[in-house]
């Protein structure tokens, strides 16, 4: 498939109100995503733009980012303007998006968020009525709609014009159908840190824990749209850890800015990252017989280690592209039940159909407490390998196997590794930075290695 102009590995991302996430671009965008996914629901050919999107019902949601009321009202005011319906949920985690529109019948979802990004970036989900991110042609056919189309195709007119509402339970909702996937959970005696990233979550994850009688400290839960994600959440582990550590906490669980991943912090104050929380479920749920097809799925980014903590129960793990959106796509084809990537994005497919931050640490904490052992014990199923990791900051993405340096560099890094490791260099699809991947047995030559290629990396396309 060729380069996609504005899409990305989940969305369209960048800087608020900089090309091409500015107000006047978001309702064109409305406008065409109503014109090529209202034409896939009804499968039709209707000659008229405006018979394709009367009717529809899109959903919107959005996290504590200064910039999600512009573009939230600037996306409803391009669906609208094509003929759409749109309910407004406020600020919500994106899990809880895709859940109330597939709830609500509606027909897509999108969600104004840049998840772990900072609160100067913001971005575009897109969610199909049945819960799940679209596919990369999907996305596709709304560029070309989007470069297709003058100024005033598809523009319904007087009152064909689509209707703009508020809708308010959306949040319980989701608390509610969250706590249902762990039915008996007791969490009486437990003391758990929260750490919200001062974003969606805020609040909403906490109120789960205290209605399984868990006692909930919660932290990054001031949110003033300038914060999300500074210093706290996910991509910052080490202030979870000193929180759990000063609380004496038997668990923290910590989300980025839209909630879609979770991270956990043992009762010592130490994190753990995706790759272990599949290991201590996928192990659990291959006990209890229900891991489909005894597989789990992971990605290219995690750690080789995965595969032997699984194969010593007899399961195996499928690796998918990077994103959780391939990683569903992966679990669908095979009927998989579990998947995830080292990031935290953790899906279990019986309950989400995406990555659920608070669905994952409901589902995790069950089985904490179902072994009886602490979390630092149950982490230890994992040896990982030794990995090195460096995202880069690149002023482009020229293709890799373009730039001669970068490769006789990454040669070179192979060649010394042989059969004893690897070596993974990718584009962010969310941000402006390559991401480096070493893994082999040595720490210490992985992270020289590494080092190494990042100084090619700076000189070349830094």
Known sequence: MSARAYFGTDGIRGVA????????????????AALTLGAFERRDDQPVAEDRVRGLRVVIGRDTRISGQMLESAFAAGLASAGADVELL?????????LHAVRSGSDFAIVISASHNPAGDNGIKFFDGDGFKLSDETESAIER?????????GRAAGDAVGRIRFCEDARQAYVEAAVATVPGLELGGMKVVVDAAHGAATGVTAEA????????????????????NAGVGCT?????????????ADVGIAHDGDAD????VDETGSALDGDELLAIAGRHMAAEEKLAGSTLVATVMSNFGLETALAEVKCRVERADVGDRYVIEAMRRGDYALGGEQSGH?????????????????????ILRESGKRLSVLRTCLCKLPQAQKAVPVASKPAIESVPELCEAIQAAEEELAES???????SGTESVLRILLEGPDAERLQALCDGLERTVREAIG
């Open 17 to 32: 109100n900089r090309g091409p996430l500015t107000p006047d671009f978001v309702v064109r965008l409305g406008r065409a």
């Open 90 to 98: 406020g600020v919500l985690p994106t899990p809880a998006v895709a």
């Open 145 to 153: 709609q989007l470069d297709s189309m003058d100024e005033t195709f």
């Open 209 to 228: 824990l205290r209605r399984l009688g868990a006692t909930v400290i919660e932290v990054g839960n001031q949110p003033d749209g300038r914060n999300i």
């Open 236 to 248: 910052h582990p080490d202030y979870l850890e000193g929180q759990v550590r000063e609380h004496g």
């Open 261 to 264: 991943r979770v991270l956990f």
């Open 346 to 366: 953790i899906i279990f497919r019986d309950f989400t159909t995406t990555g659920d931050g608070l669905i994952a640490a409901l589902q995790v904490l069950a």
């Open 421 to 427: 490791g690897r070596v993974f260099l990718r584009y």
